[in-house]
C-alpha cells in the first residue's frame, strides 16, 4: 500500500523547508506528498519548486488565492486530488521523524484511522534546527534538545522511548483519547470522501477533531499511535485564532455529537 502525505501550509517557507528534509529522507518511498497550500505568497512556490526537481517522492502543490483563513477549503480538494488510497494528514510545521511514514503505513488498519501527536518545540529550539540536524535526526534526540531549552516529561517520553513493546505499552495506558489531529492522523480515502471531508464552515480551532468525531460516527474509530509515529512541531504565532470562531466550532463539534452526524453537507460536495 502506498499513501499520500498531505501537508498544509500558508506563508512558512522557513518552518516548510525543514519538513521537506525530513520528508526526503523517509525510510520507505511509498508514498507522494500534497502541499495543500491556504494562499502562500510566491516565494512558497519556489521553494516547492526547487526541492521537485530532485526529490525521493513526487510532490504536488495545491494553492488557491488567499482570501482568510480556508485552510479546510484546501485540504478537502487535496483529499480529492490524492492518488493513493491511504492518506496522511500532517502540517507544514511539524518535522517528521525518518520513520514516520513507513509507521502509518504499517499501522494501517481497515475500519481505523490513525491518531498521532506531537512534540512541541519552542521558538528558541524551533529555530535553532537546521538541516544537518534534520538529516542527522538530533532534533529528535532528547538529550540533544534539552541542551538548548529543555522539554515537558511527556514530549520526552515520546521522543525518548525506542524499544516498541514500551511504545505500544504508553499508547495503551494513555489517558488521551484517540482524536484526529491534523499535524499527525491518517486514514482511507473512501472514508474521508464517505464523511464528504472537513466542513468549510470551521475556522483555526478543532476542525480536525469534528473531522474525526464523523468519521467515528460513521463507524471508523480512532487507534492510538502517539508514541510511535513522531513529529516535532516548530512553534508560531496564532493570528487567525479567535474567540468567535472557537465558539462556532464548538457549537457545530456539540451537534455533531448529539446528532450522531457523519456527513457534512458544507464539505466536497456541496
Known amino acids: 500500500m502506498k499513501a499520500t502525505v498531505i501537508i498544509s501550509t500558508y506563508n512558512a517557507e522557513e518552518w516548510l523547508e525543514k519538513v521537506l528534509i525530513g520528508y526526503s529522507i523517509q525510510t520507505t518511498t511509498d508514498f507522494d506528498i500534497i502541499i495543500a497550500d491556504d494562499g502562500s ?3 512558497t512556490k519556489k ?3 526547487k526541492y521537485a526537481k ?6 504536488f502543490h495545491l494553492w488557491h488565492k488567499d482570501e482568510g ?16 488510497e491511504y492518506i496522511i494528514m500532517t502540517d507544514g510545521d511539524c518535522i517528521p521523524r525518518k520513520d514516520f511514514v513507513e509507521v502509518h503505513l504499517n499501522l494501517a488498519e481497515k475500519g481505523k484511522f490513525l491518531s498521532g501527536g506531537y512534540c512541541k518545540l ?9 538541516e544537518k540536524d534534520i538529516l542527522n535526526q538530533d532534533c529528535f534526540n532528547v538529550k540533544w534538545l534539552n541542551a538548548i531549552e529543555k522539554l515537558s516529561f511527556s514530549n520526552s517520553l515520546k521522543l525518548g522511548v ?7 505499552l504508553l499508547d495503551n495506558i494513555t489517558p488521551t483519547k484517540p482524536t484526529f489531529n491534523n499535524c ?12 464528504n471531508g472537513y466542513d468549510e464552515r470551521m475556522k483555526y480551532g478543532g476542525p480536525d477533531r469534528e473531522f474525526g468525531e464523523r468519521l467515528t460516527n460513521y463507524g471508523v474509530i480512532g487507534k492510538q499511535i502517539r508514541h510511535k509515529a513522531i513529529v516535532v512541531h516548530l512553534d508560531h504565532p496564532r493570528g487567525y485564532k479567535t474567540k468567535e470562531s472557537l465558539q462556532k466550532n ?11 452526524i457523519s456527513w457534512t453537507p458544507y464539505g466536497i460536495q456541496k
Not at 530532485?54 to 510532490?59: G, L
Not at 464548538?250 to 450522531?260: A, F, G, T
Open 162 to 168: 525506542s524499544s516498541s513493546s514500551k511504545r505500544n
Open 184 to 195: 499527525n492522523s491518517s486514514g482511507f480515502k473512501k472514508d474521508m470522501m464517505a464523511i
Open 54 to 59: 530532485d526529490y525521493p517522492v513526487e510532490i
Open 69 to 84: 483563513y480556508r485552510r479546510q477549503e484546501i485540504l478537502n480538494k487535496a483529499i480529492v486530488f490524492a492518488k493513493h
Open 47 to 49: 521553494l516547492i519548486e
Open 122 to 130: 519552542p521558538m528558541k529550539t524551533s529555530k535553532v534546527i537546521n
Open 41 to 43: 505568497q510566491n516565494s
Open 250 to 260: 464548538l457549537d457545530i463539534r456539540k451537534e455533531v455529537k448529539q446528532q450522531n
